[in-house]
C-alpha cells in the first residue's frame, strides 16, 4: 500500500497551501503566518488566474447541498469507503491505483478543514469547520438555465485531485473496455488454426518420407532379428 503515500503527500500540499493563504500563528512554536483576509485577492497571472480567499461550507467548488455537520460525516464515511476500495485493488493497473489515491487525498484534506478548521480557529464545535478555498480561474461566460459564469467556483487542490482522479478512472475504464474486443479478435484466428487441423499433432509423429511398404518390411526385418 506505498500507494497511499501519494494521497499523504496531496494532503499535506493540501493544508500547506491552506494554511498559507488562511494564516496561522502558534506562539509556542515561533510560527506566525499573516495568511490574507477573507474575500482578498492577488493576481498571479493577470486576471486569467488569482489567488482569491474565501471559505465554504459546502463540497467541491462551492457546491452547498446540505449544512456543515452532514458533510463532515459524508466526507468521513467516503474516505473510509475509498480507503477499503483502495486495498481491494491493490493488484489493479498502476494508473487505477494512482486515481484512487488523488480522491482519497483529496477527500481527507478537505474532510481535515470540516472537522477541526471551526475549533481551531473560530471557537465552533468540531464537524462545523468551512473549506478553504483560493484558486481562482478565469472561464468563458456561460448561462445555464438562468445561472450566469462568467469565472470558474473558486476550489482548492484537493477539490482538484478529486476532479482529476474521477476523470481518470473514467478513462482508463473506457480505455481498457475497447482493448478487451481487440484481445479477443487477436486469439480468433489461433483458435480456427487448431480446430481445423485437429490431426496435426499426429501427423507430426509419422514419417512422411518411409512409404507403408517399406514400413511394413522394416518392422517384418525387427521382428526376426538376426
Not at 110 to 128: C, E, H, K, S, T
Not at 132 to 157: A, T
Amino acid at each position: 500500500m506505498r500507494i497511499l503515500y501519494f494521497s499523504l503527500f496531496i494532503v499535506v500540499a493540501d493544508q500547506v497551501t491552506k494554511l498559507v493563504v488562511k494564516g496561522l500563528s502558534i506562539p509556542s512554536l515561533g510560527v506566525h503566518l499573516r495568511g490574507m483576509g477573507l474575500g482578498a485577492s492577488k493576481p498571479i497571472l493577470g486576471d486569467f488566474l488569482k489567488i482569491t480567499y474565501i471559505e465554504n461550507p459546502g463540497m467541491a467548488f462551492g457546491i452547498d447541498l446540505g449544512g456543515k455537520l452532514f458533510f463532515s460525516i459524508f466526507s468521513i464515511v467516503a474516505s473510509i469507503g475509498i480507503l477499503f476500495y483502495l486495498y481491494k485493488a491493490r493488484e489493479e493497473r498502476l494508473a487505477h491505483r494512482l486515481s484512487l489515491a488523488m480522491i482519497l487525498g483529496g477527500a481527507v484534506g478537505n474532510l481535515i478543514d470540516r472537522v477541526f478548521y471551526g475549533i481551531l480557529f473560530n471557537g465552533d464545535p468540531i464537524f462545523y469547520g468551512r473549506v478553504v478555498d483560493f484558486i481562482d480561474v478565469d472561464f468563458f461566460d456561460l448561462n445555464i438555465f438562468g445561472y450566469h459564469l462568467s469565472r470558474w467556483p473558486v476550489f482548492n487542490i484537493a477539490d482538484a485531485c478529486v476532479t482529476l482522479g474521477v476523470v481518470f478512472i473514467i478513462l482508463f475504464r473506457r480505455r481498457a473496455k475497447k482493448k478487451e474486443p481487440a484481445s479477443i479478435l487477436a486469439t480468433a484466428p489461433r483458435i480456427s488454426e487448431v480446430n481445423s487441423n485437429p490431426s496435426g499433432s499426429l501427423a507430426s509423429n509419422s514419417s512422411p518420407n518411409v512409404s507403408p511398404p517399406e514400413r511394413h518390411r522394416n518392422a517384418r526385418a525387427s521382428s526376426d532379428g538376426p
